[in-house]
């Protein structure tokens, strides 16, 4: 680090994130898949935001926490009718006071070792979040780390899930979202997807 100022430095990691907008462009001609450290539930660039939630859909720790603070009561109030959901399945609700339209509620699995299903479990996630979101016609949508915060899956194993499943499900539907965007909410996190992308900040 030594042999550059501070400004060459930040110049340099803008230059990376470029190029990792870039290599994730290359996925589908229409669609963009990014990265982006944030806080979920002030994100306001995509339609609809997911929810690592649990069975109740009636609110808990972590994300699910957090959304149901900012979106406020009349969030529960529509959860109350849905009847709780799955693992591995999604539903779906209005964003009330959150800057975006809606809300997909997915239920990530807890992880107990890794032979109970966790993975495909994981994909079913992602996959029915998405195709949830096709059906109503939502172009553009934002996902939180599932399961690996309470839930315990281990992140570098639902990094590499949730990038296949996305790049499959956008490549086997070209066209129909505009915009995937991975939320990460703390640096630990956002580094693994960052270097499970490809990208290589070593090059520094
Ligand atoms: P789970 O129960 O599915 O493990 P958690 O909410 O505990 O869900 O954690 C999932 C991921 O979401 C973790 O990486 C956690 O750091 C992250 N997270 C927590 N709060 C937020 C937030 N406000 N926005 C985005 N991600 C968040």
Do not use: M
Request: proline residues 3%; charged residues 25%; aromatic residues 8%.
């Amino acid at each position: 680090i030594g042999k550059y100022n501070y400004e060459e430095l930040k110049r340099k990691i803008e230059n990376l994130r470029e190029k990792i907008l870039l290599n994730l462009n290359h996925v589908d001609n229409k669609t963009k898949i990014r990265l982006l450290k944030a806080d979920i539930t002030k994100v306001d660039n995509v339609d609809a935001i997911v929810n690592a939630a649990n069975t109740s859909l009636l609110g808990g720790g972590g994300v699910d926490g957090a959304i149901h603070r900012v979106a406020g009561p009349l969030l529960l109030k529509e959860c109350r009718q849905l009847n709780g959901c799955e693992v591995g399945q999604a539903k779906i609700t209005s964003g009330y006071n959150l800057p975006v339209e809606y809300v997909i509620h997915t239920v990530g699995p807890i992880w107990k070792g890794g032979n109970a299903d966790e993975s495909q479990l994981l994909v079913a996630c992602y996959r029915n979040s998405l195709r949830l979101a096709q059906k109503c016609n939502i172009r553009k949508i934002a996902f939180p780390a599932i399961s690996t915060g309470i839930y315990g899956y281990p992140v570098v194993e639902a990094t590499k899930i949730a990038f296949q499943v996305v790049k499959e499900y956008v490549q086997d539907n070209p066209g129909d979202f505009d915009l995937v965007e991975f939320v990460l909410f703390d640096d630990s996190t956002y580094n693994v997807y960052l270097k499970e992308t490809g990208s290589n900040l070593i090059e520094l």
